[in-house]
């Protein structure tokens, strides 16, 4: 299929949803009781909410089928051993621990393998791992390649890890690296992918080192597509088959279900090693629950266990990919600045080039969510100044992050392509009318993830 036309969705419509309608002047309201931020906007009121693709996919007929079919029981429920056949099937490890979501895996893996004043590297740590890492007293360490943090670069593989860098920690801090991370793709980089030649060269690396290699999977389907789609050697390879080789190099994984399992809620650590596996189950059992449930109903296991079989579908993921890169040839026909290539689950805007009219410190990346969902009851959301804004400690003056992003995150099976449509013609009329749009100044905020809270007014 070509990038450039408009991808058909390979599934058809049974029940509908109908989208929050609201007319400008109302949203015009909505926005100044808002405090001029999207997050407190009442979802009924959005028109095409693309905040997040995390647990907003819809369910299928069969997985909702499958909800019917959960079992309740506390301990070793039928749903519990059908998600570990499907988990054991594509991942390959040996334990199967579930948990309510990603950043709960990460938790009880972390607590039985990190220890204060330990280093864990990454590509690039999604903020929960990163939390999660430094909540142990640990360091989270960043090895991207260069070329991810270039907007104009179209590397196809711009999640790598930066090999050299890699070998550097593990010789200079022998001991105390317990592990390495590796987020496929790579979220916080702009949905990346990263090569199966990556991937095998950093677990050389790790084995060479006798350090422990997982993956942070939550998009773990999409990675392997990208990887079928730009490395030669893959083109005819099942994704199936190319997502149980990306695993076999590793020790383990965590996993958000709520993105590639195609589900609303739940997530799971899978690995090989018994002794870090029983101190995982030991500490689930104080926070999460019984090791077979780990704090979800068994309907949800269920829908985890189809929705990982159903993810790896060709042609639903040619669709996936294929929507968010007609929305992008969309914008760059038009001119739109985006960062480049479109990864495998959003466009990010490039608001300073978008708004070059709107100095930093007017936040233009939060001034293009506001008109977005002004004009048109778009949501998105803001990665760059308010998001990660720090203010320095003499001066009190603000430091922005180098990137002014607004994401625009598709959720999995949700919108047609008319939304899509709808979205691309929206943002390019804005683009036309951009000289418009107004920066704001903060006038309340908290001083940790701001974002969230924070009340602005139009300057
Ligand atoms: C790469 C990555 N890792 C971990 C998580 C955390 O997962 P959850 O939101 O299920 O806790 C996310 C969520 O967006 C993510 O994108």
Not at 393 to 402: A, L, Q, V
Request: aromatic share 10%; charged share 25%.
């Amino acid at each position: 299929m070509s990038e450039t036309k408009m991808p058909v969705e390979p599934y058809r419509i049974k029940t509908v949803e109908y989208l929050g309608r609201t007319t400008r002047r109302e949203r015009e309201a909505l926005l100044k009781e808002a405090g001029y931020n999207v997050f407190n906007i009442p979802a009924a009121k959005v028109t095409i909410d693309l905040l997040t693709d995390s647990g907003t996919s819809a369910m299928s007929d069969n997985q909702w089928a499958g909800i019917m079919t959960g079992d309740e029981s506390y301990a070793g429920c039928r749903n519990f051993f059908n998600l570990e056949d499907v988990v054991k099937d594509i991942f390959g490890f040996a334990h199967v621990i579930p948990a309510h979501q990603g950043r709960a895996a990460e938790r009880v893996l972390f607590s039985a393998m990190v220890r204060k004043g330990d280093y864990v590297p990454s590509n690039i740590h999604f903020d929960t791992t990163r939390a999660n890492v430094e909540d142990r007293g640990a360091k989270a360490l960043d090895l991207v390649i260069g070329e991810a943090y270039d907007p104009d670069s179209d590397y196809p593989f711009k999640g790598n890890m930066d090999v050299v860098k890699l070998k550097n920690v593990l010789e200079t801090k022998k001991g105390k690296v317990p592990l390495v991370m590796m987020t496929i793709t790579n979220n916080s980089g702009g949905g990346q992918p990263v090569s199966m030649k990556n991937i095998k060269e950093v677990s050389q690396v790790c084995r060479h080192y006798g350090v422990p290699f997982f993956f942070d999977a939550c998009r773990f389907a999409e990675n392997a597509y990208f990887i079928k789609m730009r490395e030669k050697a893959y083109a005819q390879t099942p994704v199936i088959e190319i997502a149980r080789e990306v695993f076999s190099y590793a020790d383990g994984a965590t996993m958000s279900a709520k993105k590639d399992g195609l589900v609303n809620i739940g997530g799971f650590v899978t690995l090989d090693d018994d002794s870090v596996a029983e101190r995982i189950k030991n500490t689930l059992i104080l926070s999460e629950g019984f090791p077979t449930y780990g704090g979800l109903a068994g309907r949800d296991l269920e829908a985890i266990a189809r929705g990982l079989r159903e993810v790896l579908d060709e042609s639903y993921l040619e669709h996936r990919t294929g929507q968010i890169a007609y929305l992008g040839s969309a914008l760059e026909e038009a001119g739109v600045p985006f960062f480049k290539p479109v990864g495998g689950h959003a466009v990010y805007l490039l608001a300073d080039r978008f708004l070059p009219h709107l100095p930093r410190p007017q936040y233009p990346g939060w001034a293009l969510t506001v008109a977005l969902y002004r004009e048109a009851g778009i949501r998105a959301v803001e990665i760059g100044g308010v998001m990660f804004g720090r203010k320095s400690g003499k001066s009190g003056k603000e430091i922005y992050p180098e990137l002014e992003l607004v994401r625009l995150a598709i959720p999995r099976r949700v919108y047609t392509a008319s939304h899509i449509q709808y979205v691309a013609d929206s943002i390019i009329e804005l683009y036309k009318n951009r000289e418009k749009i107004r920066g704001l100044r903060i006038v309340r905020e908290s001083p940790v993830l701001r974002h969230f809270t924070v009340r602005l007014e139009e300057i």
